[in-house]
């Protein structure tokens, strides 16, 4: 599959808006796009449809923190998800990466190259 990953390029807010609905979840549009723009982000996209994303927000020199690793089902298990997420070790390589993994999802992280950390904790909204 021929796959073209972009840094920080043009957000079309509908495409971003699909690409959460295909995998359940719901967003309000302003303030997802205006999370992409305070955020390191990578878009995937095959024949020019928009297929997936990923984004992150780091300091650049000690810690970056991932979030919204999204793959349309579809495309799916072709290795975008863990392309997009080693352009982003590899932008900010150097620096600690924390991330919240959903159900199911350890597995991918796993193979990403993400460990279990028994000393993190979070305030959910
Ligand atoms: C998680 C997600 C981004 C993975 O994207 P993907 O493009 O299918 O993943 P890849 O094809 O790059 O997979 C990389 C490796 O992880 C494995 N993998 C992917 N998803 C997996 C899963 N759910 N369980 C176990 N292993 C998985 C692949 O088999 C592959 O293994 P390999 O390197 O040994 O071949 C995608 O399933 C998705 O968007 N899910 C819905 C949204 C979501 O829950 N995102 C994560 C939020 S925490």
Sequence with gaps: ???KYIKNGKL???????VFKSVG?????DNIIEAFKNSYYI??????KLVG?????????????VYDVIVMPEYQKNGIGKNMM???????????FFLTYTE?????????????????MWIPR
Excluded: P, Q
């Excluded at 979840?25 to 549009?29: A, I, L, S, V």
């Excluded at 080693?86 to 600690?96: A, M, Q, V």
């Design 104 to 120: 199911g999802k350890r597995e991918f992280y796993e193979k990403c190259g993400f460990k279990d950390n028994d000393n993190s």
């Design 43 to 48: 878009t995937a996209y095959v024949n020019d």
């Design 53 to 65: 994303f990923s984004r992150a927000i780091s300091d650049n020199h000690y810690y970056t923190g």
């Design 1 to 3: 599959m021929d796959v």
């Design 12 to 18: 079309n807010s509908k495409e971003i808006l699909e």
């Design 25 to 29: 979840w719901n967003k309000e549009e």
């Design 86 to 96: 080693n352009i982003i070790l590899d932008e900010f390589k150097g620096t600690y």
